[in-house]
């Protein structure tokens, strides 16, 4: 029972922290972007599903590395070829600072940021054709943070490929919605420490 109050104290403790607390040196970042997702809702209606699963270190207050995977089905419309989209790349965050000159911070419990990639990417449509190369993006986006440890992230980003396969470059606007989870080393490593005892 000590064990179990003793956890709990601990996790109140951390619910307390700053949107500051999270993008800390040390911590880590694990989240994913729903890309896109749409069903057609007439007969003979296609669908695009999108999700980007991402990790990420922070090496220094406000900057993080790591890398992410893409992964896209979709079809125009149900007598269409289905097309794979796919990539793998490493990703970089920087945080922009409320006290830093142009940011605003419009929300107490979120933080602006910058994010770009840079990886290997590349389609495969049923016809036949295909094309892998380098993908790249770079955008805005803003994090709010519902508990201390989960922000819901808006991100607009230019998202380009530029292949070698039937396609050269093609590039489009995105606008990614999805979610983050921040995991504070030194906190986790004192919660199992805790309980083991």
Aim: aromatic share 10%; proline share 3%.
């Amino acid at each position: 029972m000590k064990k179990l109050i003793l956890s709990g104290i601990l996790a109140v403790a951390g619910l307390a922290t700053t949107a500051n607390a999270q993008i800390q040196q040390g911590n880590w970042l694990v989240g994913s972007s729903l890309l896109s997702s749409n069903f057609g809702l007439n007969t003979g209606g296609g669908y695009n599903i999108a999700i980007q699963p991402k990790g990420a270190y922070f090496i220094k207050d406000n900057v993080a590395v790591g890398g992410y995977v893409n992964l896209a089905i979709s079809k125009v419309t149900n007598g269409s070829p289905t097309r794979f989209d796919y990539a793998v790349g490493g990703l970089g965050r920087y945080y922009l600072s409320p006290g830093e000159k142009g940011v605003d911070n419009l929300l107490n419990h979120g933080r602006w940021f910058l994010e770009g990639n840079v990886g290997i990417g590349g389609s495969s449509v049923e016809s036949g054709n295909s094309t892998t190369g380098l993908d790249f993006g770079v955008g805005p986006g803003y994090s709010y943070f519902i508990t201390p440890n989960i922000g819901i992230e808006g991100l607009v980003k230019y998202q380009g490929q530029a292949g070698f396969g039937n396609e050269g470059l093609n590039s489009n606007i995105t606008f990614n919605v999805g979610f983050s989870i921040y995991l504070p080393t030194s906190k986790a490593k004192q919660v199992a420490r805790d309980v083991s005892q």
